[in-house]
């Protein structure tokens, strides 16, 4: 479970620093700049986070409940997006 | 310090996911937030309180104090969460009503709802309902010999007719703004102008 935790903060990492990268090459106005500097600290968060993987933030073996939430939560969010 | 980080993550993560889920009009809009859901995961994977199973001690003094110790959240922990809460969602919300392109601002170049604009290669934003010369025309006369000729006309009688040369590969065009008929008639004639479509539509 460990790996798969390490796997997902990768990812995680990943997908932050391509958005805020993508978001600051194609903002155009103020605002999108603003939309990005208030997105800035998850990509923060991230990089310090996967600099110091040793100290995970969560661990998975106890953490069922809270991912079949999301499983669920992604379905509901799924059936808006298709309706 | 952390938790507040963490709990600002959060805020901004859910409201990006819950905005580019229910922004989405076709699949190809929903991938971009398919793609950043593990991220909203992560922060509820990490946000969820941890769990603290009972222990079963003996009656002492000082078991009390260890249960009120593990009973579960701090109550600072919760207000300071609360704050949070209603401060960024406060300030996202703002953001959302002044500016219309809260998606594509987060999603970078990922068109969100709302009107999607046309661009050209340059990058300039074009009209596609700004007419065009030939606007509102219908084919009226075809006459198929070499070269042919077709006539448009549109319904305030204007036209124009347009003679194709199939051996010499060149479209070119003549435009008027009354009599088609007559006009159509003298196709084949010097009476009509032929020239190029920037020439006779500028």
Known sequence: MKLTAKILLIYCFLMSVFVT??????????????????????TLYFVVRTVRMKNLDIDLTEKQPELIISIVLLVILLAICIN | MHKLITYYCFIVVMIMTILGFTGAQDYRQAIPALLFYPLAVYFLL???????????????DNTVTLKKEKAGGSDPNRRIFLKLIGSAGLTVFLFSI?????????????????????????????????????????????????????????????????????????????????????????????????????????
């Open chain 2, 46 to 60: 990490t946000v969820f309180p941890r769990k603290y199973r009972a222990a079963v001690i003996e009656k002492v």
């Open chain 2, 98 to 202: 002044f500016t219309k392109k809260a998606q594509a601002a987060f999603f970078g170049s990922v068109p969100g709802p709302g009107t999607v604009a046309l661009k050209n290669t340059s990058g300039v934003a074009i009209d596609p309902a700004e007419s065009q010369p030939t606007d509102g025309y219908a084919i009226t006369n075809v006459d198929d010999g070499a070269p042919s000729y077709y006539g448009y006309l549109n319904k305030n009688g204007a036209w124009y007719i347009m003679k194709e040369d199939a051996d010499a590969g060149n479209y070119r065009y003549a435009k008027g703004s009354v009599d088609f008929i007559v006009n159509w008639g003298n196709r084949k004639t010097d009476l009509i102008t032929y020239g190029y479509f920037d020439d006779i539509f500028n």
């Open chain 1, 21 to 42: 990268i993508s978001g600051f090459i194609s903002a155009r106005t103020t605002s999108d700049y603003l939309f990005q500097l208030i997105f800035l600290p998850v």
